[in-house]
């Protein structure tokens, strides 16, 4: 089993539409969660860290679910510029753990 | 601020060649990552490095790869032989430990092995 597996994708969407990507993960004494965001052919860049509480950002909400280990995060009225590959992160210990990544198309 | 930086960009090959890769850490950072991406495989975690000392290399894929950290604001990669199976894009990454490890990348070497 990997340590961090993600919806497979690709999700081709409208503008405007609202879209979710899950995220689950098996090491439970992982600490700290993120989403990145990858752009083609670019390095991949912090997006959000996800809480406990769960938090937001503009038009982004991230999720975390310590019992089922799992993390999302929803992307509402999403825009062209949101098209990306967005990988789930987590950390075990001082290294990160990436997922394969969720790629996103939003079309016009 | 400089970010990450890496060198080459872009490097062009043949199989057999000994390839160096290169990467400046952002000054103050005290953790550094070398990455692997590919289509296949996704990002995978080749070395990290806390305090210039080598963490975990587990993810080195044989010995043909070596890593090392002379310094605080210095690293390499170096693949000898290479091999077509290692054309792949590599990124480094650094951190500071205790600022919830958040990872900053490099623009990562696109590296073709012919």
């Known amino acids: 089993r990997k340590e961090v597996e993600q919806d497979p994708g690709p999700f081709n969407v409208p503008e405007g539409a609202t879209v979710a990507f899950n995220c689950t993960y098996s090491?439970?004494?992982?600490?700290?969660f993120f989403w990145y965001r990858q752009d083609c052919r670019k390095e991949p860049k912090l997006l959000m860290s996800?809480?406990?509480s769960g938090n937001e950002d503009g038009r982004f909400t991230a999720q975390l679910n310590r019992a089922s280990q799992y993390i999302s995060l929803l992307i509402r009225d999403s825009k062209l510029s949101d098209s990306a590959t967005y990988l789930c992160?987590?950390?075990?210990?001082?290294?990160?753990?990436f997922g394969a990544g969720t790629r996103l198309t939003v079309k016009p | 601020d400089a970010g990450v930086i890496q060198s080459p960009r872009h490097e062009v090959t043949e199989m057999g060649q000994e390839v160096t890769l290169r990467c400046k850490p952002i000054?103050?950072?005290?953790?550094l990552f070398w990455y692997r991406q590919t289509m296949m495989r996704g990002l995978e975690l080749l070395i990290y490095?806390?305090?210039?000392?080598?963490?975990?290399d587990s993810g080195m894929p044989e010995d043909r790869f070596s890593a090392k950290m002379p310094n605080a604001s210095f690293s390499t990669l170096k693949i000898q032989p290479s091999e077509p199976r290692d054309s792949a894009v590599y990124f480094c990454?650094?951190?500071?430990?205790?600022?919830?490890?958040?990872?900053?990348f490099g623009a990562g070497t696109r590296l073709s092995v012919l």
């Open positions: 996800v809480y406990s």
């Open positions: 090491n439970s004494a992982s600490q700290s």
């Open positions: 490095f806390n305090n210039n000392v080598p963490i975990d």
């Open positions: 992160v987590v950390t075990p210990a001082q290294d990160m753990r």
């Open positions: 000054s103050g950072h005290n953790s």
């Open positions: 990454a650094s951190s500071f430990t205790g600022a919830k490890n958040i990872q900053y």
